[in-house]
């Protein structure tokens, strides 16, 4: 069971998206939060495994109620749901850690997918807004592409390999049926590519695995 926090300051909103979660019978919404303050103390008590955050809240907004969860709690991944697709806030949620970007105007399905993605450790961003997302990086793209190629070199052959895939947004477990070998392997190649590579979570490894051109599509 995917035990989940969600944090909306429209009581309609939090009530849709609970409702769309119950129709998983593999999804448990634990906990429900007004504002992001709130939020951050009810996964501190409650430990869920997926916290699904609004943006514009009182109090403390859910981008750094993310960052302070993140802190505080690290084993519970954020996904951000908001209305608000700005590049600015896409690439400050997923550098503080954030595991997941939705936006409320998508497919019920993406919802639940993207729970079960980032609770299995993986990461819910597609190819695409990777993409997107470096493309509005404000540095230099063919010195981060230096730079990137510069850091996998620290990495072993079959890390370099498990990185691409990471960045082509495969789970551990996909990853394993592609390599023929156990999850709990990947799960070992992609902790020490997060070490090695410095990145907080499969989001910013994933970036580096484009930047450094091991994922072309």
């Not at 069971?1 to 849709?16: K, N």
């Not at 969860?69 to 908001?82: N, Q």
């Not at 896409?90 to 639940?112: H, V, W, Y």
């Not at 010195?143 to 789970?171: F, H, K, M, P, Q």
Request: proline content about 3%; cysteine-free.
């Amino acid at each position: 069971m995917i035990r989940v926090l969600l944090a909306d300051d429209e009581a309609m909103i939090r009530a849709g998206v609970a409702a769309i979660l119950s129709a998983d019978p593999g999804i448990e919404v634990v906990a429900q939060a007004e504002d992001g303050r709130d939020a951050v103390e009810q996964v501190r008590r409650t430990r869920p495994d997926v916290a699904l955050l609004d943006i514009r809240m009182p109090h403390l907004d859910g981008l750094e109620a993310s960052a302070e969860i993140r802190r505080l709690v690290p084993e519970t991944a954020v996904i951000i749901l908001t209305t608000f697709g700005e590049d600015a806030y896409i690439a400050r949620a997923l550098g503080d850690g954030a595991s997941g970007f939705l936006l409320k105007s998508g497919d019920p399905r993406e919802l639940m997918a993207a729970v079960r993605a980032v609770a299995e450790g993986a990461a819910f961003l597609s190819p695409k807004i990777a993409q997107r997302v470096i493309a509005q990086l404000p540095s230099d793209r063919l010195s981060r592409a230096a730079a990137a190629r510069e850091r996998i070199t620290a990495l072993t052959d079959r890390e370099r390999e498990v990185l691409a895939l990471v960045g082509s947004g495969l789970s551990n477990a996909d990853i394993a049926g592609k390599l023929f070998v156990v999850e709990g392997t990947v799960k070992a190649y992609v902790s020490s590519i997060l070490s090695r590579l410095d990145a907080k979570n499969r989001v910013q490894a994933a970036i580096i695995a484009y930047e450094a051109g091991l994922v072309t599509g």
